[in-house]
């Protein structure tokens, strides 16, 4: 059967079935494959017209700078969080109309919550909170590069493959419809026989390595790699958080990677890990699944948490309240995170004293949350406040993350689970901690150290539109999923005879139409902000008066960002200089800095992985292995590579700095008020004091 | 005596000392000893052989500079027994109310 090309036949795409049978259910597949292969093509044709191929090669897909590859983790999140966003609206509006019905097939449904669920946490919230790590850490605590450069491009590559093949399956067959969890035994081969499971675990596994991979680079950084001075109780919060999600990283992935592949034995190999039959235990996926699934979610709101207490700390111009409690309550969360994750199966069977236990750990971790809550409103009280756009997002943080965050204390009580888990009232929780947790967060980091990395701010206007866009829109979408849980609900529903549900059904289908205005606005922000560059501009490399050490260098930061690497002697280690002393001036001597070369082996993973993938997916085994040989060869033939760095020399380095210094001398700075005016060019001349 | 011939030395005395563990525990088994001394010595010589690599290979010790080292063994370990115990603890709950 499984020949040259496996299980692959012309029958497999979106297309073939829309032509077979006309109607919304099949246009509406065949429309978002025609979407995928109209961006590609699209991308194509603009890289070759405008000769971009060569930038893009030499640039981006082969540097092992970790701002480059960060930037591209950002970039991989925004477009999956496009499509990501539009299956949400789909499935809004399928739902505004399904009483007794709807537009969709329960098939189609459910592949559209799998496929969203598996994009939105891995392939968005992870990529933005990778990317922003990658640009950021080492900026802030004084190093080159990251300890692993070639590795970070490694884990790029295999976040990239998982990416790619998710996107592959809109167009090549159907993605699994089991949820973004994926249990066995429905997930086993018995009951989803089709190429769908296979999808979700290939791209789950090489994301899940290259998390992992990902998490032990960033640690290593952050040991290893701090400047001279930079203690652990002079890190930067965002730093001690990435140093936190990583060591949660290095120990939560492997889980997920282990069920996965546990899960394809059972469906490929004829194991029984987790069958109904021969000794199968499904309710063991579960337990290993939530092993990494809730560490998960505070590896992705703990670097938010970073981002909160660096936009509250530079936009009130104030030392952050309550550094030891929020290092601390960051810590804590950490380790507790690790003993909650059966809150996710409450209802499995187990006795009430199992579940009591793990509903009192879950109580508990809200409280250092709620710490960090108070710590950032009182790094606000009477600062010198700026309403900029991470504001306003921060802003909206703090009303809607705690609703969320109660909420979620309310279903940690295993009797209250009982009577509201799988309806709707869940799906409003974990949005509401997800979005304004985690993804306010990321938009509005993105906005803070846009200029850090591109050299220009973003268009202030604009970003605020989008940002009060996402908030409403937030509001209308999901606020009324908990009322619609409590009157019974249930998620996952295709369709439901309940007439009761329909207003506030489209109600909700209202606030998706503002949230994809408020991912319109967003990307009009930075289509707008580039257009302007000019304007935008702050090369001088300190926007909104900044406190940590990131802001000290131009922008854009060089590729070797620190022209000496500096002492760190205070906190806030940027703002000390500027009020004791003069941040701005030439060092002694410059010394030569040695660069990692670039190298395509992350590009040849990616490639390999998705072959690898894509072959294990449709049963092509010569694809397959020569997939996996691939990667192997790739690896070895790089440990014979010698040459992995380069020089740059002082003298180089002595007049880039130069310049940058006599530009910064002799120009004007700027007020805080004029932070958001073309007047600033990223050189700080504060009005008042503010006393810490 | 030069770092190298210290180090070599460590190695050594590690080689020699994981040997004589992983015989120790494979003897329990040879000689015939009753099931539940055979299965103490085995777990006690696994401890002990994981404690001697640590110490002989990587080089882990109490001293300032591997702290960190130190500190992500030991969580690790934390880790494991939560996972590990919360597997068991779970499963075997389970596993006693499907009786
Ligand atoms: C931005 C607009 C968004 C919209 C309109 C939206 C909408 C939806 C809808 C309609 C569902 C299905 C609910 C059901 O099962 O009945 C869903 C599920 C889900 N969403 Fe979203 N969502 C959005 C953003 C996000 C974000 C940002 C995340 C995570 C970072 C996320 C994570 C999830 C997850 C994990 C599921 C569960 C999938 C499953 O059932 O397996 N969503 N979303
Ligand atoms: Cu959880």
């Known amino acids: 059967m499984s020949g040259l090309f496996g299980h692959l036949d012309w029958t497999v795409t979106p297309f073939a079935a829309a032509i077979a049978d006309p109607g919304t259910n099949t246009f509406v597949a065949a429309g978002a494959a025609g979407l995928v292969v109209l961006g590609a093509v699209a991308l194509l044709g603009f890289l070759t017209w405008f000769r971009l191929w060569g930038p893009l090669w030499r640039d981006w897909l082969t ?15 925004i477009v999956m969080l496009a499509r990501g966003v539009a299956e949400g609206a789909v499935m809004r509006a399928h739902q505004a109309m399904a009483l007794n019905g709807g537009p969709l097939s329960a098939e189609h449904f459910a592949e559209l919550f799998s496929t969203h669920g598996t994009i939105m946490i891995l392939f968005v919230a992870a990529p933005l909170v990778i990317g922003l790590i990658n640009i950021v850490v080492p900026l802030q605590i004084g190093a080159r590069d990251m300890a692993f450069p070639v590795m970070n491009q490694v884990s790029l590559g295999l976040t990239a493959a998982g990416a790619a093949l998710l996107m592959i399956s809109l167009v090549i067959g159907r ?102 039959d021969l000794g199968g235990n499904m309710m063991n996926y579960a337990n290993i699944f939530w092993m990494f699934g809730h560490p998960e979610v505070y590896i992705l709101v703990l670097p938010a948490y970073g981002v909160w207490s660096e936009v509250s700390a530079t936009f009130s111009a104030k030392t952050l ?47 250092p949350t709620g710490v960090k809550v108070y ?43 009982y009577q509201v888990h799988n309806t709707l009232f869940l799906v409003a929780h974990f949005h509401n901690v997800l979005i304004p947790g985690v993804l306010f967060a990321m938009l509005a980091g993105i906005h803070y150290w846009f200029p850090k990395v591109f050299g220009f701010r973003l268009h202030e206007t604009w970003g605020k539109r989008a940002a009060w866009l996402w908030i409403v829109g937030f509001c209308v979408t999901f606020l009324p999923l908990y009322a619609l849980g409590l009157m019974g609900m249930p998620r996952r529903s295709s369709s439901f005879a309940d007439p009761a549900f329909v207003p506030l059904q489209l109600v909700a289908g209202a606030g998706a139409v503002i949230i994809l205005l408020a991912l319109a606005a967003t990307l009009v922000c930075y289509g707008v902000s580039i257009r302007q560059r000019g304007t935008l501009a702050v090369p001088f490399g300190d926007p909104w008066d900044g406190r940590t050490l990131e802001w000290a260098m131009p922008a854009p930061a060089p590729e070797w960002n620190f022209a000496v690497i500096p002492a760190v002697a205070a906190r806030d280690a940027f703002w000390a200089e500027k009020t004791g002393g003069d941040p701005y001036v030439a060092p002694e001597r410059y010394e030569d800095i040695e660069l990692p ?20 997916t449709w049963h092509i085994w010569w694809l397959a292995l020569s997939g996996l040989v691939g990667i192997g060869l790739a690896v070895m033939v790089r440990a014979f590579a010698t040459q992995t760095t380069r020089v740059l020399p002082a003298a180089e380095v002595a007049v880039h700095h130069g310049r940058w210094l006599e530009a910064v001398h002799t120009a004007r700075g700027i007020t805080r008020d004029a932070e958001d005016s073309p007047a600033n060019r990223g050189l700080a001349a504060p009005d008042t004091e503010v006393t810490p | 005596m ?34 539940g001394v055979a299965l103490g010595i085995i777990g006690v010589t696994a401890v002990a ?17 591997k702290r960190e080292d130190l500190q992500l063994i030991l969580f690790s370990l934390l880790l494991l027994a939560i996972m590990a115990g919360g597997t068991l603890w779970i499963l075997a709950n389970l596993a006693q109310r499907m009786m």
């Not at chain 1, 990435?242 to 889980?255: D, G």
């Not at chain 1, 309550?322 to 950490?334: C, D, F, K, N, R």
């Not at chain 1, 790094?379 to 756009?389: A, C, D, H, S």
């Not at chain 2, 052989?49 to 500079?65: E, G, K, M, Y």
């Open chain 1, 597 to 616: 070369r670039p190298t395509a082996l992350g590009l040849v993973i990616c490639v390999a992985t998705t072959a690898a993938g894509f072959a294990l």
């Open chain 1, 375 to 417: 710590d950032w409103m009182a790094t606000l009280w009477r600062g010198r406040i700026r309403m900029t756009v991470p504001m306003v997002y921060l802003t909206g943080f703090f009303i809607l993350f705690v609703i969320g965050g109660l909420t979620g204390v309310i279903l940690a009580n295993p009797t209250i689970d």
């Open chain 2, 49 to 65: 052989q994981v404690i001697v690599q640590l110490r002989c290979f990587l080089h882990i010790d109490f001293s300032r500079q």
């Open chain 1, 175 to 276: 993605f699994e419809t089991g949820g973004w969890s994926a249990y066995p035994p429905y997930t086993g081969r018995v009951f989803s026989p089709g190429e769908g499971p296979d999808y979700w675990i290939w791209s789950v596994v090489p994301a899940g390595i290259g998390s992992m991979l990902s998490g032990i680079n960033f640690a290593v950084t952050i040991y290893k790699c701090r400047a001279p001075g930079m203690t652990y109780m002079r890190m930067p919060l965002f730093t001690w958080t990435a140093l936190c999600a990583a060591i949660m990283l290095v120990y939560a992935m492997p889980p997920v990677t282990v069920s996965s592949l546990m899960l394809a034995l059972d469906r490929y190999a004829g194991f029984h890990f987790f069958t109904n």
């Open chain 1, 321 to 367: 309240y309550g550094y030891p409690s929020l290092v601390i309550a960051t810590m804590a969360i950490a380790v507790i995170a690790f003993t909650v994750w059966l809150h996710h199966f409450f209802t499995m069977g187990q006795s009430a004293s199992v579940n009591i236990a793990f509903g009192i750990a879950t109580m508990i971790i809200a409280v």
């Open chain 2, 2 to 35: 030069t770092e190298i011939d210290r180090d070599r030395g460590r190695y050594l005395i590690g080689a020699g000392l994981s040997a004589l563990l992983t015989i120790l525990a494979f003897a329990a088994v040879a000689l015939g000893l009753s099931r």
């Open chain 1, 63 to 77: 540097s092992a700078d970790h701002k480059k590859i960060g930037v591209m983790y950002c970039v991989i999140g």
